[in-house]
């Protein structure tokens, strides 16, 4: 048992980040993150799709092009489950 204090924004941080494949890194080293998206096809049913972008408001931006057809923004992606 280690007599160091522990750093709570330090962790509550950790658990709010998201995975390891929901960030990368363009050329220049700025990351860049998966936000995930759903629409209503003319066949009645939901589906969905991934983007990524710099940011919330790059990802809603390039969503709100996409909302002519129906489409959603639902928010950052924090991880995938293997199907």
């Known amino acids: 048992m ?8 330090e962790r509550r941080e950790a658990r709010q980040a998201p995975d390891a494949d929901c960030v990368r890194r363009d050329e220049y080293g ?5 936000f995930a998206c759903e629409f209503m096809h003319s066949d009645g049913h939901e ?10 408001a790059e990802a809603e931006q390039m969503v709100e092009s996409l909302n ?3 489409a959603r923004f639902l928010g ?8």
């Open 30 to 34: 700025r990351p860049f993150y998966r």
């Open 2 to 9: 280690s007599d160091e204090p522990i750093n709570l924004a």
């Open 68 to 70: 002519a057809n129906g």
């Open 47 to 56: 589906y969905g799709f991934d983007i990524w972008a710099y940011s919330m």
């Open 76 to 83: 950052q992606m924090m991880g995938t489950k293997p199907a």
